[in-house]
């Protein structure tokens, strides 16, 4: 350990530390002393013509409704990094917003799902480090939602949470601070929207918005048995046109178009219960599952999950943020442990 990486001079310098979730639709950056300084859309924004960076987070989002003006990069697909540059330059202009100075650079914590590859690992490494960080601990995101959620991870007996993010669905088994079982699937929100999207363009020859492809979503839900057909109203753009025009979608369709998708969720987690060892599963026939990630918003998803696993589903108090709230109290933790050495 270097001298200037001792904590006090650390302090004395005015270095902050940050906590990183950098997540398909949305990122957000906690830094010590300063808060939550970034909470804004995974999307970064080049000018066309030059090509340069425009805009990133909230700001690139508004910009990619100007058409041909602008390219709009996503970094992350499926819940990992799959575009180093742009994650860099999203990172990047998210942490100058600190502006701290001195000789020291901060140093990360950084959230991963748990089926994440060396590639994939090795790739969010790089973009923190490139966007100013001096050293990246790599921590699993159910392990740091879990603690966001208010679970006490360092308790004898197992417990069970899913996180239901955009790009990944993140199943993790936890006992005395350990992961002692963990499954992940490439398919969660983001999939419902695209079937939604998919179906209406089959179906009435309209492409949505993608914020109305999400709201639909959140509308419909993940209801137990259709209740007969309902109409929703939405907003897209006729094939061929660039005039926005208002439709109505039946719910019958949008169901259609869903269920394959919360079918792979919801058998993800029955498969994880269901090949718990006898001990481990009895433990948390007590404790229930504990559900993070905007999934956890989803209308009746606790009740389809209850069903299909017979036990006991909670949503966290705040569970979109449960991954970031978690990855801060580790923060607080790892500047007191010398995490980074």
């Known amino acids: 350990m270097s001298f200037f990486d001792q904590t006090p001079i650390r302090r004395i310098l005015g270095c902050p530390d940050v906590a990183i979730d950098l997540g398909t639709a949305n990122t957000r950056v906690f830094a010590t002393g300063y808060g939550m300084i970034a ?9 066309q013509e030059t090509g340069t960076i425009a805009a990133v987070g909230r700001e690139a989002e508004r910009l990619s409704s100007f058409g041909h003006d602008f390219i709009s990069l996503h970094p992350l697909n499926s819940g990992v990094v799959s575009d180093v540059e742009a994650a860099t330059s999203l990172l990047r202009h998210l942490m100058e917003r600190m502006q701290w100075h001195g000789l020291l650079k901060p140093r990360a914590i950084a959230c991963i799902p748990t089926d994440a590859c060396d590639e994939e690992r090795q790739s969010l490494i790089e973009a923190t480090r490139r966007a100013g960080a001096s050293a990246v601990v790599l921590v699993p995101e159910p ?4 603690i966001g959620a208010g679970l ?5 007996y197992a417990q069970m ?8 669905t993140d199943i993790a088994v936890i006992r005395s601070g350990q992961l002692v079982t963990t499954a992940a699937v490439r398919t969660a929100c983001s999939d419902l929207h695209q079937a939604i ?5 089959q179906r009435y020859g309209i492409r949505l918005f993608p914020q ?23 907003e897209g753009l006729a094939l061929g ?11 019958l369709d949008l169901i259609e178009a869903v269920e394959p998708v919360l079918g792979i969720i919801i058998e993800a987690i029955h498969r994880t219960v269901r090949d718990l060892p006898p001990e481990t599963s009895c433990e948390v026939i007590e404790s229930g599952i504990c559900l993070t990630g905007g999934g956890a918003n989803l209308r009746g998803i606790t009740q389809r999950l ?15 943020r449960a991954v970031i709230n978690g990855a801060c109290q580790m923060l607080k933790v790892g500047a007191e442990t010398n995490l980074w050495h």
């Open 212 to 234: 109305e492809a999400q709201r639909l979503t959140h509308r419909l839900g993940s209801p137990l048995e259709p209740t007969g057909e309902q109409w929703f109203y939405a």
């Open 39 to 47: 909470d804004e859309p995974s999307m970064v924004s080049l000018a």
């Open 143 to 146: 392990l740091a939602a879990a």
């Open 241 to 251: 046109s660039d005039d926005p025009i208002n439709l109505r979608v039946s719910s």
């Open 306 to 320: 209850s069903v299909a696993t017979s036990l006991d589903v909670h949503p966290a108090r705040d569970p979109m």
């Open 197 to 201: 999207s998919a179906i209406v363009d």
């Open 161 to 168: 949470l899913v996180d239901i993010g955009d790009g990944v």
């Open 152 to 156: 006490d991870i360092s308790s004898p």
